[in-house]
């Protein structure tokens, strides 16, 4: 993807911002399991494991990336306008890590908004309300570009209804689609539960630096099934 200058970042987003109204976003509800996968924009790395650390992981190859059918009454869409919305008051109340406003959205995805159709996925209920949301977003990464598995969350009342593994099954594949043919994401050492699920789709421990190796040390302790340190991609010896 091109790179954006941030005069014409300023150019392409300020009309799209000026129609959305914050009024309209449901008050912040931390309760129930936490999402899924973090963004690596404005969530630092900490050095204590006293807190959650942010990781990251990487599946080098999406060659055979598991897939599963959504359940009924379920179905998923793909962003419609005002569809910021939505995603902010989903986050608002999936995630007790990092809170978010619109200000962030945009600039997580304002510059590149006109792919977001294509890209952002919403998971609905039988009455045809977004539950949840993924983004089959992108990243330049040690001198190439990965598809990137970005915010993934579903609200805490269909949390359990094995809704998550369908979800990111149509974001691997719609990244297959759009011609990406590795990924990664970014995620945190006190989502145990995302970290599992991300393992079963064949996502591993990228280490980036010491502190990266030490917070899945500690991560492995805790794993049902610990990964081998022959399976972490070192990007220090890469």
């Not at 994401?185 to 989502?191: C, D, N, Q, S, V």
Request: proline share 6%; charged share 15%.
């Amino acid at each position: 993807m091109p790179r954006v200058s941030a005069a014409a970042h300023a150019q392409a987003v300020g009309p799209w911002l000026c129609r959305l109204s914050l009024d309209r976003m449901k008050p912040a509800c931390y309760t129930g399991l936490v999402n899924l996968s973090d963004s690596n924009h404005g969530l630092s790395s900490m050095t204590s494991l006293d807190t959650s650390v942010q990781i990251m992981m990487i599946r080098r190859s999406l060659e055979g990336f598991p897939t599963y059918r959504i359940p009924a009454p379920f179905s998923v869409r793909w962003y419609q306008p005002s569809d910021e919305l939505h995603w902010l008051a989903m986050k608002a109340r999936a995630d007790q890590f990092h809170r978010a406003e619109l200000t962030y959205y945009q600039q997580t995805y304002g510059p590149y908004a006109h792919l977001l159709p294509e890209r952002q996925a919403f998971l609905c209920d039988g009455a045809g309300q977004p539950i949840g949301t993924a983004t089959a977003w992108f990243e330049d990464f040690a001198g190439q570009q990965y598809g990137k598995v970005n915010w993934v969350f579903i609200v805490p009342e269909v949390q359990g209804q094995g809704l998550a593994k369908p979800l990111l099954s149509i974001i691997g594949q719609r990244l297959i689609a759009l011609g990406h043919t590795n990924a990664l994401l970014y995620t945190l050492t006190a989502r145990l539960p995302a970290i599992q699920l991300y393992q079963h789709f064949g996502f591993v421990p990228c280490i980036r630096h010491d502190g990266d190796a030490e917070a899945w040390m500690h991560v492995n302790h805790q794993l049902r099934v610990p990964f081998h340190t022959a399976q972490y991609v070192d990007m220090e010896r890469a």
